[in-house]
């Protein structure tokens, strides 16, 4: 990674919150990934590879397991949600070097995910982070719109104003960063197991240890 001059304009910084935050290899969305193929068994009363198929395809065509259940099959979004985060929280560690390099960066730091604010609140509470962002745009802010559809980001911006050419969008997913990188704004693909290999033209910056590339930004915008 090669912090640029751009980032010294930079004064929205826009973090995805699972893979992106902690590590994937936590295994904690890993587990709310098995829940939601549990889940959609379950409510549509078909076999568990078939679920995990419907599960795929919709987070292709939707960006999510629930955009696709909720737009194709009509269901209702809450027992979902509270029914595939219950989950073990303990593998999510404490991190309090992040905590001071997001807090050393300057102007408003944001969470953006398309996991429900208890979730969020959880995962940041763990991590010691909570106190570190100024918002959390979760899935029920966007009124259950996920990235990478563009209504998501159009619903991120009308709540925080922030001008898409001075905000770094943290993601590890790269259909949410070339979503993001359409929208106009800077990007960071910060690589877990789901990454691509290389780098996508979307992605301005791509990050294999959050805390040093945090901390070579720090140094660039304070240079
Ligand atoms: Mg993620």
Redesign the pocket.
């Known amino acids: 990674m090669t912090a640029r001059d751009w980032v010294k304009r930079i004064d929205h910084w826009v973090f995805?919150l699972?893979?992106?935050l902690y590590p994937a290899a936590s295994g904690l969305f890993a587990q709310i990934d098995v829940r939601m193929t549990a889940y959609v068994q379950r409510y549509l009363q078909i076999e568990i590879a078939e679920a995990r198929d419907l599960q795929k395809r919709y987070y292709e065509e939707f960006g999510a397991t629930l955009a696709g259940m909720m737009t194709r099959h009509g269901m209702e979004p809450h027992d979902f949600l509270e029914n595939v985060h219950d989950v073990d929280y303990t593998p999510v560690k404490l991190d309090a070097p992040l905590a001071a390099l997001i807090a050393g960066l300057p102007g408003k730091k944001l969470v953006f995910t398309n996991g429900p604010r208890q979730h969020a609140r959880r995962v940041l509470d763990r991590l010691g982070i909570a106190q570190c962002f100024e918002g959390v745009f979760a899935i029920e802010d966007g009124q259950f719109a996920p990235k990478p559809s563009v209504l998501a980001f159009e619903r991120l911006q009308a709540r925080f104003g922030f001008v898409p050419g001075q905000a770094l969008f943290f993601?590890?997913?790269a259909n949410n960063i070339a979503a993001g990188k359409a929208f106009g704004m800077r990007t960071a693909l910060v690589r877990s197991g789901k990454s691509p290999h290389g780098h996508p033209a979307e992605a301005d910056l791509v990050i294999d240890g959050l805390h040093a590339s945090l901390a070579e930004i720090g140094r660039a915008v304070r240079l």
Do not use: H, I, Q, W
């Open positions: 995805d699972d893979n992106t993601d590890d997913l």
